[in-house]
């Protein structure tokens, strides 16, 4: 194990995922600073490419989260994303980066205390697993 923090970038969907986080914040809930947020319109609309580009660009893990399957806002969003993204776990392990370090999980704009646990285990597994490089 190594006592650097583990770097994690976060594809949060703006309709329930990001408002999820912004309730775990809003509502002061502890998690890890570790996650740098970046709000997509849409799970869907996250392209397999930037998950590969953070990845290059140093981060220990990658978390994409969208609204649950059957309430998205664009309709069937989650769905595409879903199955785009399970192929590009198999990329991922071609590439030589641990399954682990790639997660996918729904949150609604409700569960703030969801996304904190989601984070804070995310990051206790990446700590288990240590940097990347």
């Not at 996650?35 to 220990?60: M, T």
Request: with cysteine; glycine share 10%.
């Amino acid at each position: 194990m190594s006592d650097r923090e583990p770097r994690v970038v976060g594809f949060l969907c703006n309709w329930c995922s990001y408002a999820g986080a912004d309730l775990a914040g809003t509502s002061r809930m502890q998690y890890p600073p570790n996650i740098r947020i970046i709000r997509v319109p849409c799970s869907g609309r996250v392209d397999p490419l930037l998950v590969i580009k953070a990845f290059e660009r140093g981060a220990d893990g990658v978390l994409v989260s969208g609204c649950h399957p059957g309430d998205c806002h664009y309709t069937q969003g989650n769905y595409y994303a879903r199955r785009r993204l399970a192929i590009l776990r198999d990329l991922l392990e071609f590439l030589g980066i641990e399954r682990d370090r790639f997660r996918i999980e729904w949150v609604s704009a409700a569960e703030g205390q969801r996304f904190a646990q989601i984070v804070a285990d995310f990051v206790k597994k990446l700590k288990e697993l240590g940097p990347r490089r």
